[in-house]
């Protein structure tokens, strides 16, 4: 817990004094779909000294929000208990005055996807698939919990990578305009993902 506690009986506050502070929550944004190292997640935070990094990776880790295991951090169950709020966050933040980008702001594909995840809405039938966004792999589950991950590459024994669905190679470019410009997607198998976002 930060040692600016807020010192309020209120569920707002005691979650405010665990992640509150500057940064917080925006790691917690950058594990929503897979674990990373220290220096992924440095590059996920431009902005950030090594310094105040480390030290809200403790922070979160001592209040059980992270978890640290062979060199990469992940929510722990706990910690996935922030997503709706954190997607609650986004929506308001991208209806909140012009939401485009300036010239001065990061844009990274986990960004968006994990956007991605938050859009996406429960449906009864479901279906998988594997997005190769410029070369990124990322696991789409549609149905009932919807949700994105990450999946690591390459394997280190040169292995190929099992997942279920199909793979749709896709520019980051295109997949924006079909969740962000409501078009049209251009690959029939991009239909079914288009169809689950909530507009």
Known sequence: MSSRSYKQFCGLARALDVVGDRWNLLIVRNLIIGPLTWGEMRDHLPGIAKNLLSARL???????VIVRRDGRYALTAHGRHLEPALFALA???????????????AIRLRYFMTSLKGRLRSQARTSRLCLDIDGELFAVTLGPAPTVETIAQPRHDGAPHRHRGPIIAITFAELRAVVFANAAPRQPRLVPLAKALAR
Request: glycine fraction near 14%; charged fraction near 25%; proline fraction near 0%.
């Open 91 to 105: 929506a308001w933040g991208e209806t909140h005055g012009a939401f485009r980008a300036t010239s001065d702001e």
């Open 58 to 64: 403790s922070q979160l880790e001592s209040d059980g």
